[in-house]
Protein backbone atom coordinates (compact mmCIF):
# COMPACT_ATOMS: atom_id res chain seq x y z
CA UNK A 1 0.00 0.00 0.00
CA UNK A 2 1.65 3.32 -0.99
CA UNK A 3 2.64 5.95 2.25
CA UNK A 4 0.31 9.05 1.88
CA UNK A 5 2.65 10.89 4.19
CA UNK A 6 3.04 14.79 3.03
CA UNK A 7 5.15 15.90 6.03
CA UNK A 8 5.79 15.89 9.89
CA UNK A 9 2.37 16.12 11.35
CA UNK A 10 0.93 14.37 8.53
CA UNK A 11 0.58 10.22 9.61
CA UNK A 12 0.10 7.47 6.92
CA UNK A 13 -2.46 5.60 7.67
CA UNK A 14 -3.18 1.34 6.91
CA UNK A 15 0.38 0.69 6.72
CA UNK A 16 1.25 -2.62 5.60
CA UNK A 17 2.51 -4.82 8.87
CA UNK A 18 5.64 -6.76 8.82
CA UNK A 19 8.09 -8.83 11.06
CA UNK A 20 10.43 -5.95 11.43
CA UNK A 21 7.66 -3.54 13.03
CA UNK A 22 8.26 -2.91 16.61
CA UNK A 23 4.71 -2.11 17.55
CA UNK A 24 1.74 -4.16 15.96
CA UNK A 25 -0.17 -0.52 16.29
CA UNK A 26 3.15 1.68 14.24
CA UNK A 27 0.75 2.43 11.36
CA UNK A 28 -1.66 4.25 13.75
CA UNK A 29 0.19 5.72 16.57
CA UNK A 30 0.87 9.36 16.36
CA UNK A 31 3.87 11.43 15.51
CA UNK A 32 4.67 12.02 19.15
CA UNK A 33 4.07 8.76 19.89
CA UNK A 34 6.59 7.69 16.99
CA UNK A 35 9.39 9.85 18.21
CA UNK A 36 8.54 8.78 21.59
CA UNK A 37 9.60 5.54 21.12
CA UNK A 38 12.84 6.78 19.73
CA UNK A 39 14.12 7.13 22.99
CA UNK A 40 14.91 3.43 24.44
CA UNK A 41 16.13 1.71 21.16
CA UNK A 42 18.46 5.06 20.99
CA UNK A 43 19.98 5.71 24.08
CA UNK A 44 20.94 1.81 23.98
CA UNK A 45 22.38 2.14 20.54
CA UNK A 46 24.46 5.30 21.34
CA UNK A 47 25.87 3.39 24.41
CA UNK A 48 27.22 0.74 22.05
CA UNK A 49 28.16 2.29 18.90
CA UNK A 50 28.98 6.20 20.38
CA UNK A 51 32.52 7.37 18.83
CA UNK A 52 35.42 8.09 21.08
CA UNK A 53 35.97 12.26 20.24
CA UNK A 54 37.83 14.18 22.48
CA UNK A 55 35.34 16.57 23.14
CA UNK A 56 33.31 13.99 24.39
CA UNK A 57 35.75 12.45 27.07
CA UNK A 58 35.28 15.80 29.08
CA UNK A 59 32.05 17.80 27.99
CA UNK A 60 32.34 20.89 29.93
CA UNK A 61 30.54 23.97 28.61
CA UNK A 62 33.39 25.93 26.70
CA UNK A 63 34.82 22.24 25.22
CA UNK A 64 31.37 21.83 24.03
CA UNK A 65 31.11 24.88 22.44
CA UNK A 66 34.12 24.98 20.66
CA UNK A 67 33.92 20.94 19.30
CA UNK A 68 30.28 22.53 18.07
CA UNK A 69 31.40 25.43 16.09
CA UNK A 70 34.36 24.20 14.55
CA UNK A 71 32.27 21.14 13.79
CA UNK A 72 29.69 23.30 11.37
CA UNK A 73 30.51 23.01 7.83
CA UNK A 74 33.85 20.81 8.86
CA UNK A 75 33.94 16.68 9.04
CA UNK A 76 34.95 15.23 12.39
CA UNK A 77 38.28 13.89 11.28
CA UNK A 78 39.52 17.08 10.33
CA UNK A 79 38.44 19.05 13.52
CA UNK A 80 40.08 16.36 16.08
CA UNK A 81 43.69 17.91 16.15
CA UNK A 82 42.19 21.64 15.71
CA UNK A 83 40.10 21.00 18.69
CA UNK A 84 42.87 19.54 20.92
CA UNK A 85 45.35 22.43 19.51
CA UNK A 86 43.02 24.86 20.20
CA UNK A 87 41.55 23.95 24.14
CA UNK A 88 45.31 23.63 24.92
CA UNK A 89 46.13 26.66 24.11
CA UNK A 90 43.27 29.03 24.81
CA UNK A 91 41.39 26.32 27.68
CA UNK A 92 38.69 28.84 28.46
CA UNK A 93 36.54 32.14 27.49
CA UNK A 94 39.34 34.83 29.33
CA UNK A 95 42.33 33.17 27.33
CA UNK A 96 39.81 33.23 23.88
CA UNK A 97 38.54 36.77 24.89
CA UNK A 98 41.85 38.23 25.33
CA UNK A 99 43.75 36.36 22.06
CA UNK A 100 45.59 38.23 19.19
CA UNK A 101 43.57 38.31 16.14
CA UNK A 102 46.70 36.65 14.53
CA UNK A 103 47.24 34.34 16.68
CA UNK A 104 43.88 33.14 16.65
CA UNK A 105 43.47 32.77 12.93
CA UNK A 106 46.67 31.05 12.89
CA UNK A 107 44.94 28.66 15.42
CA UNK A 108 42.12 28.24 13.35
CA UNK A 109 44.19 28.20 9.71
CA UNK A 110 42.63 25.31 7.65
CA UNK A 111 39.41 24.75 8.90
CA UNK A 112 37.91 27.77 6.98
CA UNK A 113 34.84 29.75 7.77
CA UNK A 114 36.86 32.01 9.60
CA UNK A 115 34.06 34.19 10.50
CA UNK A 116 33.62 31.22 13.36
CA UNK A 117 36.79 32.17 14.59
CA UNK A 118 36.02 35.89 15.24
CA UNK A 119 32.52 35.18 16.34
CA UNK A 120 33.95 33.05 19.24
CA UNK A 121 36.07 35.86 20.24
CA UNK A 122 33.11 38.13 20.64
CA UNK A 123 31.53 35.70 22.10
CA UNK A 124 33.96 35.19 24.59
CA UNK A 125 34.59 38.80 25.43
CA UNK A 126 30.66 38.81 26.27
CA UNK A 127 30.66 35.88 28.40
CA UNK A 128 33.13 37.67 30.26
CA UNK A 129 31.99 41.13 30.65
CA UNK A 130 28.12 39.65 31.64
CA UNK A 131 28.54 35.91 32.93
CA UNK A 132 31.98 36.04 34.80
CA UNK A 133 33.57 34.25 32.21
CA UNK A 134 32.02 30.99 32.56
CA UNK A 135 28.79 30.00 30.24
CA UNK A 136 25.56 30.48 30.70
CA UNK A 137 23.63 27.86 31.68
CA UNK A 138 20.52 29.24 29.86
CA UNK A 139 19.51 28.55 27.00
CA UNK A 140 18.03 32.15 25.66
CA UNK A 141 21.22 33.31 26.86
CA UNK A 142 23.70 30.79 24.98
CA UNK A 143 21.46 31.18 21.63
CA UNK A 144 21.92 35.71 22.32
CA UNK A 145 25.55 35.05 22.07
CA UNK A 146 27.72 35.88 18.49
CA UNK A 147 27.83 32.97 16.10
CA UNK A 148 25.54 30.67 18.30
CA UNK A 149 22.54 30.02 16.75
CA UNK A 150 19.42 27.43 18.21
CA UNK A 151 21.52 23.87 17.32
CA UNK A 152 24.64 25.09 19.09
CA UNK A 153 22.48 26.46 22.00
CA UNK A 154 20.84 23.79 22.13
CA UNK A 155 23.73 21.21 21.70
CA UNK A 156 25.37 23.36 24.44
CA UNK A 157 22.37 23.27 26.72
CA UNK A 158 21.69 19.64 26.71
CA UNK A 159 25.20 18.08 26.57
CA UNK A 160 27.31 20.34 29.19
CA UNK A 161 24.01 21.86 31.19
CA UNK A 162 21.48 18.68 31.14
CA UNK A 163 18.70 21.43 29.66
CA UNK A 164 16.23 18.94 27.90
CA UNK A 165 16.09 21.16 24.67
CA UNK A 166 16.65 19.78 21.07
CA UNK A 167 20.01 20.11 18.63
CA UNK A 168 18.89 20.06 15.42
CA UNK A 169 21.17 20.18 12.19
CA UNK A 170 21.73 18.45 9.44
CA UNK A 171 21.59 15.25 10.36
CA UNK A 172 18.59 15.09 13.07
CA UNK A 173 16.61 17.19 10.37
CA UNK A 174 17.48 14.10 7.42
CA UNK A 175 16.85 11.08 10.41
CA UNK A 176 13.60 12.75 11.50
CA UNK A 177 12.28 13.36 8.02
CA UNK A 178 12.74 9.59 7.14
CA UNK A 179 11.29 8.64 10.27
CA UNK A 180 8.05 10.33 9.92
CA UNK A 181 8.19 10.67 6.03
CA UNK A 182 7.90 14.00 5.98
CA UNK A 183 7.65 16.40 2.73
CA UNK A 184 8.95 19.38 3.64
CA UNK A 185 11.91 21.02 2.47
CA UNK A 186 14.68 20.25 5.16
CA UNK A 187 17.09 23.46 3.93
CA UNK A 188 13.90 26.02 4.96
CA UNK A 189 14.16 27.63 8.28
CA UNK A 190 10.42 26.46 8.83
CA UNK A 191 11.10 23.05 8.73
CA UNK A 192 13.62 23.32 11.01
CA UNK A 193 11.82 25.05 13.44
CA UNK A 194 8.73 22.48 12.90
CA UNK A 195 11.19 19.88 13.90
CA UNK A 196 12.77 21.44 16.61
CA UNK A 197 8.95 21.91 18.26
CA UNK A 198 8.33 18.23 17.47
CA UNK A 199 11.04 16.68 19.39
CA UNK A 200 10.62 19.30 22.24
CA UNK A 201 8.40 17.08 24.38
CA UNK A 202 10.09 13.67 23.59
CA UNK A 203 13.17 14.51 24.64
CA UNK A 204 14.06 12.55 27.81
CA UNK A 205 14.82 14.35 30.83
CA UNK A 206 17.18 12.50 32.51
CA UNK A 207 19.34 12.03 29.30
CA UNK A 208 18.93 15.16 26.74
CA UNK A 209 22.60 15.38 25.92
CA UNK A 210 22.72 11.56 25.02
CA UNK A 211 19.52 12.12 23.37
CA UNK A 212 21.00 14.85 20.95
CA UNK A 213 24.33 13.07 20.78
CA UNK A 214 22.94 9.84 19.62
CA UNK A 215 20.44 11.43 16.90
CA UNK A 216 23.24 13.56 14.95
CA UNK A 217 25.57 10.17 15.33
CA UNK A 218 22.54 8.13 13.59
CA UNK A 219 22.82 10.94 11.30
CA UNK A 220 26.41 10.60 10.91
CA UNK A 221 27.04 6.86 11.00
CA UNK A 222 23.55 5.13 9.79
CA UNK A 223 21.04 7.02 8.45
CA UNK A 224 23.54 8.60 5.52
CA UNK A 225 23.60 12.05 3.81
CA UNK A 226 24.49 10.41 0.31
CA UNK A 227 23.78 7.20 -1.01
CA UNK A 228 22.09 4.70 0.92
CA UNK A 229 21.04 4.54 4.57
CA UNK A 230 22.55 1.59 6.46
CA UNK A 231 18.83 0.58 7.68
CA UNK A 232 19.87 -2.80 8.85
CA UNK A 233 21.79 -0.94 11.09
CA UNK A 234 19.31 1.55 12.45
CA UNK A 235 17.67 0.98 15.83
CA UNK A 236 14.87 2.54 14.10
CA UNK A 237 14.02 0.53 11.33
CA UNK A 238 10.80 -0.93 12.57
CA UNK A 239 9.43 2.52 13.30
CA UNK A 240 10.44 4.44 10.31
CA UNK A 241 8.25 5.18 8.12
CA UNK A 242 10.48 5.56 5.05
CA UNK A 243 12.22 2.23 5.39
CA UNK A 244 9.19 0.75 5.98
CA UNK A 245 7.76 1.92 2.50
CA UNK A 246 11.00 2.14 0.77
CA UNK A 247 10.71 6.02 0.48
CA UNK A 248 14.50 6.79 1.66
CA UNK A 249 16.13 7.23 -1.87
CA UNK A 250 12.81 10.22 -1.87
CA UNK A 251 13.14 11.66 1.48
CA UNK A 252 14.44 13.88 2.80
CA UNK A 253 13.41 16.75 0.53
CA UNK A 254 15.86 19.45 -0.59
CA UNK A 255 15.48 22.06 -2.77
CA UNK A 256 18.36 22.35 -5.23
CA UNK A 257 21.77 24.49 -4.08
CA UNK A 258 22.34 26.90 -6.71
CA UNK A 259 25.40 26.62 -9.11
CA UNK A 260 28.48 27.94 -7.48
CA UNK A 261 29.90 31.23 -9.39
CA UNK A 262 33.41 30.56 -10.91
CA UNK A 263 35.76 33.04 -10.61
CA UNK A 264 39.70 33.19 -12.65
CA UNK A 265 42.54 34.00 -10.67
CA UNK A 266 46.31 34.28 -10.84
CA UNK A 267 48.10 33.37 -8.06
CA UNK A 268 52.01 34.44 -7.23
CA UNK A 269 54.49 33.71 -4.99
CA UNK A 270 56.56 36.11 -4.81
CA UNK A 271 60.08 35.08 -3.16
CA UNK A 272 63.06 36.89 -2.38
CA UNK A 273 66.02 34.85 -0.60
CA UNK A 274 64.31 33.58 2.61
CA UNK A 275 61.06 36.15 2.27
CA UNK A 276 58.06 35.45 0.63
CA UNK A 277 55.13 38.78 -0.37
CA UNK A 278 52.20 38.52 1.47
CA UNK A 279 49.64 40.66 2.05
CA UNK A 280 46.37 41.14 4.55
CA UNK A 281 42.98 41.26 2.66
CA UNK A 282 40.44 43.96 3.35
CA UNK A 283 37.36 44.21 6.54
CA UNK A 284 34.63 43.15 3.92
CA UNK A 285 33.63 40.16 1.72
CA UNK A 286 35.37 36.64 1.42
CA UNK A 287 38.22 36.04 4.06
CA UNK A 288 38.30 39.22 5.90
CA UNK A 289 41.26 39.71 7.44
CA UNK A 290 43.39 36.71 6.77
CA UNK A 291 46.63 36.97 5.19
CA UNK A 292 47.19 35.60 1.17
CA UNK A 293 49.56 35.03 -1.13
CA UNK A 294 48.84 37.64 -3.66
CA UNK A 295 46.52 37.27 -6.68
CA UNK A 296 44.34 38.88 -9.40
CA UNK A 297 41.30 38.18 -10.91
CA UNK A 298 41.83 36.97 -14.32
CA UNK A 299 44.65 34.47 -15.75
CA UNK A 300 47.59 36.47 -16.90
CA UNK A 301 50.42 35.36 -19.27
CA UNK A 302 53.77 35.34 -18.28
CA UNK A 303 54.45 38.41 -19.48
CA UNK A 304 51.98 40.44 -18.13
CA UNK A 305 52.89 39.63 -14.43
CA UNK A 306 55.10 42.32 -13.79
CA UNK A 307 52.66 44.87 -14.36
CA UNK A 308 50.08 42.96 -12.47
CA UNK A 309 52.16 42.51 -9.05
CA UNK A 310 54.58 45.40 -8.74
CA UNK A 311 58.09 44.58 -9.70
CA UNK A 312 60.78 45.11 -12.67
CA UNK A 313 61.43 42.68 -14.93
CA UNK A 314 65.32 43.36 -14.56
CA UNK A 315 64.42 41.77 -11.10
CA UNK A 316 63.65 38.59 -11.89
CA UNK A 317 65.87 35.54 -11.52
CA UNK A 318 63.53 32.74 -12.57
CA UNK A 319 59.81 32.45 -13.40
CA UNK A 320 58.08 28.57 -12.94
CA UNK A 321 54.70 27.88 -13.85
CA UNK A 322 53.08 25.87 -11.39
CA UNK A 323 50.47 23.58 -11.42
CA UNK A 324 46.61 24.75 -11.38
CA UNK A 325 44.59 24.73 -8.86
CA UNK A 326 40.71 25.07 -7.81
CA UNK A 327 39.13 25.71 -4.24
CA UNK A 328 35.68 25.68 -3.38
CA UNK A 329 33.95 28.04 -1.23
CA UNK A 330 29.88 27.36 -0.11
CA UNK A 331 29.02 30.15 -3.21
CA UNK A 332 32.12 30.81 -5.29
CA UNK A 333 34.71 28.46 -7.18
CA UNK A 334 38.40 29.34 -7.68
CA UNK A 335 39.78 28.27 -10.60
CA UNK A 336 43.77 29.47 -10.19
CA UNK A 337 46.82 29.41 -12.30
CA UNK A 338 50.18 30.03 -10.44
CA UNK A 339 53.15 31.23 -10.91
CA UNK A 340 56.12 31.37 -8.62
CA UNK A 341 58.46 34.17 -9.34
CA UNK A 342 62.07 34.73 -7.61
CA UNK A 343 63.55 38.04 -7.08
CA UNK A 344 66.68 39.09 -6.60
CA UNK A 345 67.22 42.03 -4.60
CA UNK A 346 63.33 42.83 -2.76
CA UNK A 347 59.50 41.52 -2.41
CA UNK A 348 57.57 44.66 -4.15
CA UNK A 349 56.32 47.56 -1.83
CA UNK A 350 52.76 47.08 -0.60
CA UNK A 351 53.63 43.25 0.33
CA UNK A 352 54.54 41.88 3.47
CA UNK A 353 58.52 40.38 2.89
CA UNK A 354 57.44 37.94 5.63
CA UNK A 355 60.42 34.95 6.39
CA UNK A 356 59.33 31.74 4.97
CA UNK A 357 59.38 30.58 9.16
CA UNK A 358 56.71 32.93 10.05
CA UNK A 359 54.32 31.23 7.22
CA UNK A 360 54.29 28.11 9.06
CA UNK A 361 54.46 30.05 12.79
CA UNK A 362 52.85 33.87 12.80
CA UNK A 363 50.58 34.26 9.43
CA UNK A 364 47.36 32.67 8.94
CA UNK A 365 46.82 31.73 5.08
CA UNK A 366 44.08 30.51 4.26
CA UNK A 367 43.52 26.36 2.90
CA UNK A 368 42.10 28.31 -0.41
CA UNK A 369 46.17 28.97 -1.44
CA UNK A 370 46.85 25.74 -0.17
CA UNK A 371 47.97 24.47 -3.39
CA UNK A 372 50.60 27.22 -3.59
CA UNK A 373 51.71 27.55 0.00
CA UNK A 374 52.80 23.93 0.07
CA UNK A 375 55.18 24.95 -2.32
CA UNK A 376 57.22 26.96 -0.30
CA UNK A 377 60.25 25.69 1.18
Excluded at 109 to 135: D, F, P, V, W
Excluded at 158 to 183: E, H
Aim: neutral net charge; hydrophobic residues 40%; glycine residues 8%.
Amino acid sequence: MKCRCVGFTDMCENEERTDRQADPDVGTISQEERLQALNQPLLAWYAEHARSLPWRENPAPYRVWISEIMLQQTRVEAVKPYFERFVRELPNATALAFVSDDRLMKLWEGLGYYSRARNLKKAARQILEEYGGEMPADYEKLKSLPGIGSYTAGAIASIAFGIPVPAVDGNVLRVVARITAGREDIRKASTKKQVEQALLPVIPREHPGTFNQGMMEIGAMVCLPNGEPRCGDCPFVGICLSALHHLTGEIPVRTPKKPRRVEDKTVCILECRNQVGIRKRGAEGLLAFLYELPNVEGVLQEEELADAFGFSPGEIVRIEHLPPAKHIFSHVEWHMAGYRVVLENRIPSGLIPAQKEELRTVYALPGAFGAYTKLIH
